[in-house]
């Protein structure tokens, strides 16, 4: 069965490829859409505000906010710089980020204003590597999963394999669609315990060797790497499930009203003193943040030591239910 995570690439993909291979512009609606009006919401319905991603302050930077700004990509909470090619641009800002930790942080098109001819896409996206639903502990194993989870239609057309980008390892990973004449190149790599991951999607290879050099010039910071990538120095150490019973010392329990059911992933970053100083919320509902909220900040831990000296940490924890994980890979190869 395939993860949310591989489903979701696969999916976007042949969903552009469709719109691609059809004659002319759609009216209304995807990527390449001539028609910027959204389509008018129905007559006599309530809208209510669903769960959605939240922070405890608007200071420190969370995963999802990232923006294009004066035609370059930055993302302060990973540390990341990108400037796009000449005549490129983001048309549309991605969704909320998934229970399971998936981000699209950016969806990078030709500007409508493009004198060239071939058509393509780059999507950047984030999988926060605490709360994925395939047993993959770094953005290596992860990028496996999806090779061994690819549907028969598709073709490996490079499997993983190690490369260097912008002076930092990553994973690449090629694959086409021979039906929809299609080819998705995928370069991930690993920062606070995320993948990063740069998917470029054309029927023109050349136009995406000519991407990748684009790619290859961005910034990144230090920690970078298909199996590293898991915080420290200006940043947290990241650690997955700190918040076990052994290094909570304090507990106080949310209270929840009708809610209780859905799936409630949160980030948080514990001080050097084993205060909880800073929550994010990647899916939860306003009453939800609140109850979570007002547990957590009364909750203390067990200071972290890194070579005797204490450190501060970021960890995740979920509440309410929890998706059911993913099946193992069959294998989890790579060329190196």
């Not at 994925?132 to 990028?143: K, N, Q, V």
């Not at 991951?197 to 991407?211: A, G």
Request: charged share 20%.
């Amino acid at each position: 069965m395939h993860s949310r995570f591989s489903r979701s690439l696969v999916l976007l993909g042949f969903s552009i490829s469709l719109l691609a291979r059809a004659q002319g512009n759609p009216q209304s609606g995807g990527d390449f859409s001539n028609n910027p009006q959204p389509n008018a919401l129905p007559l006599d319905v309530i809208l209510v505000k669903g769960a959605w991603s939240s922070a405890s302050d608007s200071v420190t930077p969370v995963p999802e906010g990232g923006r294009v700004a004066n035609n370059v990509f930055s993302n302060q909470y990973f540390g990341l710089t990108y400037a796009l090619s000449p005549d490129w641009t983001e048309k549309y800002s991605g969704p909320p980020p998934s229970d399971n930790g998936y981000y699209v942080l950016a969806q990078i098109r030709p500007a409508e204003t493009s004198k060239g001819r071939s058509r393509g896409s780059i999507l950047i996206a984030a999988q926060d590597l605490f709360f994925t639903l395939t047993p993959a502990a770094t953005a290596l194993e992860l990028i496996n999963y999806h090779k061994e989870s690819l549907d028969a239609d598709y073709k490996v057309e490079q499997p993983p394999t190690l490369v260097r980008v912008a002076n930092h390892s990553f994973v690449r990973f090629d694959y086409g669609s021979p039906v929809a004449d299609l080819h998705w190149h995928v370069l991930a790599t690993q920062i606070r315990c995320h993948m990063i991951q740069f998917v470029l999607t054309s029927r023109d290879t050349k136009l995406v060797e000519s991407l990748i050099d684009e790619v290859s010039k961005m910034t990144l910071p230090a920690e970078a790497g298909p199996i590293s990538g898991r915080g420290g120095g200006a940043v947290p150490v990241c650690i997955k499930d700190y918040a076990r019973d052994e290094n909570v010392l304090e507990r106080v329990d949310p209270v929840f009203g009708e809610r209780k059911f859905n799936a409630v992933p949160v980030r948080m970053i514990i001080d050097k003193q084993g205060k909880v100083k800073h929550i994010h919320f990647l899916s939860a509902f306003p009453d939800q943040v609140k109850a979570i909220t007002d547990a957590l900040f009364q909750w203390r831990f067990r200071p972290c030591l890194r070579d005797g000296k204490p450190v501060e940490v970021e960890t995740g924890i979920m509440f309410g239910l929890a998706p059911r994980p993913a099946a193992p890979p069959p294998s989890q190869a790579v060329n190196e």
